[in-house]
Antibody, heavy 118, light 107 residues
Framework: QVQLKESGPGLVQPSQTLSLTCTVSGFSLTSYSVHWVRQHSGKSLEWMGRMWSDGDTSYNSAFTSRLSISRDTSKSQVFLKMNSLQTEDTGTYYC????????????WGQGVMVTVSS | NIVLTQSPATLSVTPGESVSLSCRASQSISTSIHWYQQKSNESPRLLIKYASQSISGIPSRFSGSGSGTDFTLSINRVESEDFSIYYCQQSYSSLYTFGAGTKLELK
């Protein structure tokens, strides 16, 4: 069955770089897009960026200068790297599978909680 | 950016009532709206795609309607498991955005 699972450090120091991995199973990264979505505690959802099935990427302009998404199709993994972290980057980070050219998100990972603190 | 405004912020109901949740877009987005349910400490779950298309495995009491700027998620006869937060999301613009959510709570 389709599964996505995020992994990464739970604690990151301010100004450092966040590195997260989304490991997928049950589908191919060359057939579906994978997106990163962030949620501050008690708040709504914020789309960060995506990896298209053809390897192209696009980002929310709010993160463009410090966000990078890449993948390793042989390992079925999508990576998020975001630098210059601040306390306001604290939150839960999800990866989700996208369907369609104007996508909805049909499967989500469990999320990984990231705290930015010294 | 396309802003999605959800109302009400909180809806207090008793089980068995039928409810309508609203999502209004800041510009016309055709039917590029999707609805999610998020229970406490869980990931979002897709309920409705493209305004009114049903999703396999989602109870038939959930339905969606609307086009352009005004959209509605309807729950026919709310059950106890439905008390959670509901979000709409637009995919008309390539900068995908979510609404602030409507919390459905027990009255």
């Amino acid at each position: 069955q389709v599964q996505l699972k995020e992994s990464g450090p739970g604690l990151v120091q301010p100004s450092q770089t966040l590195s997260l991995t989304c490991t997928v199973s049950g589908f191919s990264l060359t057939s579906y897009s994978v997106h990163w979505v962030r949620q501050h505690s008690g708040k709504s959802l914020e789309w960060m960026g995506r990896m298209w099935s053809d390897g192209d990427t696009s980002y929310n302009s709010a993160f463009t200068s410090r966000l990078s998404i890449s993948r390793d199709t042989s390992k079925s993994q999508v990576f998020l790297k975001m630098n210059s972290l601040q306390t306001e980057d604290t939150g839960t980070y999800y990866c989700a599978r996208g369907r369609g050219a104007d996508p909805y998100f049909d499967y989500w990972g469990q999320g990984v909680m990231v705290t930015v603190s010294s | 950016n396309i802003v999605l405004t959800q109302s009400p912020a909180t809806l207090s109901v008793t089980p068995g009532e039928s409810v309508s949740l609203s999502c209004r877009a800041s510009q016309s987005i055709s039917t590029s709206i999707h609805w999610y349910q998020q229970k406490s400490n869980e990931s979002p779950r897709l309920l409705i795609k493209y305004a009114s298309q049903s999703i396999s495995g989602i109870p038939s009491r959930f339905s969606g309607s609307g086009s352009g700027t005004d959209f509605t998620l309807s729950i026919n006869r709310v059950e106890s498991e439905d008390f959670s937060i509901y979000y709409c999301q637009q995919s008309y613009s390539s900068l995908y955005t979510f609404g602030a959510g409507t919390k459905l709570e027990l009255k």
